[in-house]
């Protein structure tokens, strides 16, 4: 026989056959996109350092609820950036909080049509910008109270699921966090409501431009709760503790960076596995493109893709409603239809 004796090039010589042996797709189910709201605000205010995403007003988010469910992507996720915040992160708390306002109005326009998610974590309220209470000794650099803390994501839990969230995302990387809101929940009469636990969760630079779109306070940095990223052990470790707490879908976060976190993750789990494409990940290709560096299209589906063909069920991405609108109209780039 000739050499090379096998020849990978053949499946790659025209489109149709790529498309044959394809073997990850993206649809827009696979997507949910986060959304701002932003208290007291009248129109949408843009977040600088995310060129094209907002803080929003009620009534445009609204509007991109209703986008939302034209697109057929599987779900949206809310965070809320309250006027006034506190030591204790009341308006997280509170039925008329912004965030639970916001939840009871998007459940209003959209029903059982997509899945309603919410943050649930302390920092976008907490006037100090940690995702939990802090101890009352005036540690410097300040420590944040595991139990206190997991006290009042319960009662968060109930308020968000009583707005009529679906889902719930713990953000917040308290130990036990999980057991507790489920087992509020189910107190309340809530065993339908669903928790899609943040389990590998990275302290990370890519996190950045978020800080900007909640405007948060936090000096200093999250180091004793968040994972450090050189580690991938531990993430199945959390994985282990959600799932025995409750979690319904665990999610890795950051994307990009954290592939071999989410690949590993993805082949421990039996339930089902998100990826969070963070506001820094989105904005490096934003600012690229923006120069002609980059194809923006091609790299926005490519990165996506990544996730899938990693393992990932479902993709958190500020991309979801023009990703979704690209392939359904058929105008992506031929390799991602
Ligand atoms: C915490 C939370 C953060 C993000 C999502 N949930 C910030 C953080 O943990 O520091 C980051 C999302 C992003 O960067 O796009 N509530």
């Known amino acids: 026989m000739a050499f090379p004796h096998h020849r990978p090039r053949r499946l790659r010589t025209t489109a149709a056959v790529r498309a044959l042996v394809r073997e990850n797709t993206l649809r827009p189910a696979d997507f949910v996109l986060p959304v701002f709201i932003r208290e007291g605000a009248t129109e949408p205010r843009p977040i600088t350092s995310m060129p094209g995403v907002v803080q929003h007003s009620m009534d445009s988010l609204k509007r991109t609820a209703h986008d939302v469910v034209k697109a057929g992507l599987g779900g949206i996720m809310l965070f809320g950036v309250p006027e006034t915040k506190d030591a204790v992160g009341s308006a997280g708390v509170d039925p008329n909080g912004i965030l639970n306002v916001a939840l009871r109005e998007v459940r209003k326009e959209v029903g059982d049509d997509t899945v309603v998610m919410s943050d649930l974590c302390l920092d976008e309220f ?75 969760k990275y302290a990370s630079a890519f996190y950045g431009p978020f800080r900007e779109a909640v405007n948060s306070s936090l000096e200093g940095d999250r180091r004793t709760y968040q994972q450090d990223p050189a580690n991938l052990r531990e993430s199945l470790w959390e994985l282990e503790q959600d799932i025995a707490e409750g979690a319904d879908m665990v999610m890795v976060k950051p994307g990009l960076p954290y592939l071999d976190v989410l690949r590993a ?37 490519e990165s996506l893709l990544s996730f899938k063909r990693a393992g990932a069920d479902t993709l958190l991405t500020y991309y979801a409603l023009e990703a979704a609108e690209l392939l359904a109209s058929g105008r992506a780039p031929k390799e991602f239809l």
């Open 265 to 301: 993750v993805a082949e421990a789990s039996p339930i089902p596995v998100g990826a969070y494409q963070v506001s820094g990940e989105y904005s490096m290709i934003e600012a690229a493109a923006a120069q002609g560096w980059l194809d923006r299209e091609r790299t926005m589906l």
């Open 126 to 200: 907490t006037d100090h910008g940690h995702c939990g209470v802090l101890t009352t000794d005036g540690d410097s650099p300040a420590t944040v109270d595991n139990d206190a803390t997991l006290a009042i994501y319960a009662d968060m839990a109930v308020a968000q699921a009583e707005a009529g969230a679906h889902m719930l995302g713990p953000s917040g990387m308290m130990d036990g966090q999980i057991g507790v809101i489920r087992e509020a929940l189910d107190e309340k009469g809530y065993q339908d409501t669903s928790i899609f636990a943040y389990t590998a």
